[in-house]
């Protein structure tokens, strides 16, 4: 299962991307003579354009076969297992999840609504006790 971006975040890398690559061709058509610095928007361009099918291709998060991936550009993404969990923290929107030896931070602000309600489904799932996890209502 992936958890996904907004599209909001999504559109704009392909909208910085276009523009870049825009100024890009624009500045080498113009210009007479042509300096290297005018392919510099156009690799600019390129780099967001790939940020954002990298984005769209494996998005924010994926869960499966009892782990949670943050897919990260370059590939240097974290992986949890899910049974590790041990302690879940909300703080100022973000999740931390942790284990014993290692934690990850997951934005909120970045995943779409619907995908954010079936994160926060399978994270109830674990059966932590109602100390450790932000979805119990503590009152």
Same mark, same amino acid.
């Given at each position: 299962?992936k958890?996904k ?9 392909l ?5 870049w690559?825009g100024?890009?061709i624009?500045?080498i058509?113009?210009?007479?003579e $042509?300096r290297?610095?005018d392919y ?13 099918l ?5 998005q924010?998060?994926t869960?499966?076969n009892?782990?949670i991936r943050?897919n990260a550009?370059y590939?240097?993404g974290?992986e949890i297992k899910?049974h590790d969990?041990?302690w ?10 942790k284990? !014993?030896h290692?934690e990850?931070? $997951?934005?909120? !602000?970045?995943?779409? $609504?619907?995908?954010?309600? !079936?994160?926060?489904g399978i994270?109830?799932e674990?059966?932590?006790p109602p100390?450790?996890t ?5 009152a």
């Open positions: 299962m958890i971006f907004r599209k909001k975040r999504l559109g704009a890398h909208l910085l991307g276009m523009v690559i100024l890009g624009l500045s058509v113009v210009n007479d $042509i290297w610095t510099g928007y156009l690799i600019v361009g390129i780099l967001y354009v790939g940020h954002y990298h984005d769209w291709t494996y924010y998060l869960i499966g009892g782990t943050k550009l590939g240097f974290k899910l969990i041990h879940i923290k909300k703080f100022a929107g973000d999740y931390t999840l284990t !014993e290692r990850m931070k $997951i934005n909120t !602000e970045l995943i779409d $609504i619907d995908s954010l309600i !079936e994160l926060i994270l109830t674990l059966n932590l100390e450790k932000p979805f119990v209502n503590k």
